[in-house]
């Protein structure tokens, strides 16, 4: 009998281990997968009158080639602020952000305004909550547009607009302009124009907070759909938990400082 016993409490120890370098394995394999983007010390502070507000703190972290980051945190934390550093529309007070192209890590801190809006326009794609669609152009013309400010050529750029226009299921409403459609078919509208350039990176700053739940669930799976089917990398900036579980990492910004969900929620339960 104490044969027995210890043989199955090996085998319960075994399987335990085993299952614990599987966790392992899965976060060690995320880690190698190229970097897209480093935080070096990042902080941005602002000043009203005689009165500093630090937003972000101190902010180190790398993340990685095809990863779905879901950025958690309540609204005047700080997401939309670290989306605009990361995109380069605004510089921070201290540190960096290095982006790792194809050819070479960029320091956005080392581009001018003006490199930085042509970084950003070559490397990056968009989603905003609000859409951003210009009104006095199509549908089409809306997608094809970034397109021609990177230099393709009409024809390529109309064909590449039609067929994402095609597959985000507005493949018929190319003429028709943005004050025409719903607020989901807008979103799938500037989904489209975010992936038509192959940006290296997609930064979603609350995507489905303008929707309604189950508009913005499907417009979630569509975004999902095609980055990771281009093998893009996603950081979404939410403030709704239930996002969360599509992501491959969760992050909490939390008094100007990232933390992970695991430590977060152990925090938290603390706190409690």
């Given at each position: 009998?104490?044969?027995i016993v210890q043989t199955t409490k090996l085998q319960a120890e075994g399987a335990l281990a085993k299952g614990a370098n599987s966790v392992n394995n899965e976060a060690n394999g995320a880690r190698m997968r190229p970097p897209i983007i480093r935080l070096e010390g990042l902080t941005k502070i602002y000043t009203e009158g005689e009165v500093s507000r630090?937003?972000?703190d101190e902010l180190n972290r790398e993340f990685y080639e095809g990863e779905f980051v879901c950025l958690l945190g309540k609204s005047g934390s700080g997401k939309s602020t670290l989306l605009n550093l990361i995109s380069g529309i605004d510089a921070p007070t201290r540190g960096d952000v290095v982006v790792y192209t194809d050819t070479r890590p960029v320091r956005l801190t080392a581009l001018g305004e003006q490199e930085r809006t042509l970084f950003r326009r070559r490397h990056i794609g968009i989603v905003f909550q609000f859409f951003n669609l210009i009104p006095t152009l199509t549908v089409h013309e809306n997608v094809t547009l970034p397109l021609e400010l990177n230099g393709w050529a009409q024809h390529r750029a109309q064909m590449r607009a039609h067929a994402l226009l095609e597959r985000v299921g507005l493949g018929d409403r190319l003429k028709t302009f943005p004050d025409k459609l719903s607020g989901g078919e807008q979103q799938r509208v500037a989904i489209a124009r975010a992936l038509a350039?192959?940006?290296?990176l997609i930064l979603a700053d609350e995507p489905t907070g303008?929707?309604?739940e189950d508009t913005g669930e499907k417009v979630l799976s569509l975004l999902l759909e095609l980055t990771r089917d281009a093998g893009k990398t996603l950081f979404m900036a939410t403030h709704a938990p239930e996002v969360a579980r599509r992501a491959d990492?969760?992050?909490?910004?939390?008094?100007?400082?990232l933390v992970s969900d695991q430590v977060w929620r152990r925090l938290h339960e603390e706190e409690a």
């Open positions: 009998m104490r044969a630090t937003v972000l350039h192959d940006p290296l303008n929707l309604d990492r969760v992050l909490h910004l939390d008094h100007g400082k």
